[in-house]
T-cell receptor, first 111, second 115 residues
Framework: GDSVTQMEGPVTLSEEAFLTINCTYTATGYPSLFWYVQYPGEGLQLLLKATKADDKGSNKGFEATYRKETTSFHLEKGSVQVSDSAVYFCALSGGSYIPTFGRGTSLIVHP | DAGVTQSPTHLIKTRGQHVTLRCSPISGHKSVSWYQQVLGQGPQFIFQYYEKEERGRGNFPDRFSARQFPNYSSELNVNALLLGDSALYLC??????????????FGPGTRLTVL
């Protein structure tokens, strides 16, 4: 079945540091890939998405590229802010149409 | 515009009881999905409803059921509650006609505690 593996957190960074959160997946067919963000006490918000190989999703300074050859969709940001502190979820929607989420990676950014 | 709303915000029940959670989608969205998020885990898909019909079901026991009303709002029902049902229950809506999840909008969730 479909699965998503994310790096374990928490990831702790200083403000303006570079961020990478790794995500790899297993799926049948050609899934769509997503990153969601969950701020404390809130529901999930779609951060970015990519629907085919080599697509790059981007939003609010975050980027992720759909790499079919490595089955990866790593999230990056060049300069994080304290306000980026949240839990980030990698997810896919594959041939089964049942959406699959990773366990989430907590990001803590210190001033 | 109002986002996805869920009620109640918090709920405390005891083992064996029944619970009903409610969700109102974004205006114009006809698809509603339900997820269970246990602390420290990602959301697990429970159901999707579109145009009042069940379009997808995750790996959950028959104690979990749902329905969608003509105004596209939805209820999730859980019978014979177990301690392990304690979780954040999320509702998400989308415009998707088919069983695809290219963009879902999530509500804030209902925190269910089973004692």
């Amino acid at each position: 079945g479909d699965s998503v593996t994310q790096m374990e957190g928490p990831v702790t960074l200083s403000e303006e540091a570079f961020l990478t959160i790794n995500c790899t997946y297993t799926a049948t067919g050609y899934p769509s890939l997503f990153w969601y963000v969950q701020y404390p006490g809130e529901g999930l918000q779609l951060l970015l998405k990519a629907t085919k190989a080599d697509d790059k999703g981007s939003n609010k300074g975050f980027e992720a590229t759909y790499r079919k050859e490595t089955t990866s969709f790593h999230l990056e940001k060049g300069s994080v802010q304290v306000s980026d502190s949240a839990v980030y979820f990698c997810a896919l929607s594959g041939g089964s149409y049942i959406p699959t989420f990773g366990r989430g990676t907590s990001l803590i950014v210190h001033p | 515009d109002a986002g996805v709303t869920q009620s109640p915000t918090h709920l405390i029940k005891t083992r064996g009881q029944h619970v009903t959670l409610r969700c109102s989608p974004i205006s114009g969205h006809k698809s509603v999905s339900w997820y269970q998020q246990v602390l420290g885990q990602g959301p697990q898909f429970i159901f999707q409803y579109y145009e009042k019909e069940e379009r997808g079901r995750g790996n959950f026991p028959d104690r979990f059921s749902a329905r969608q009303f003509p105004n596209y709002s939805s209820e999730l029902n859980v019978n014979a509650l177990l301690l392990g049902d304690s979780a954040l229950y999320l509702c998400a809506s989308s415009t998707n006609r088919y069983r695809s999840y290219n963009e879902q909008f999530f509500g804030p969730g209902t925190r269910l505690t089973v004692l």
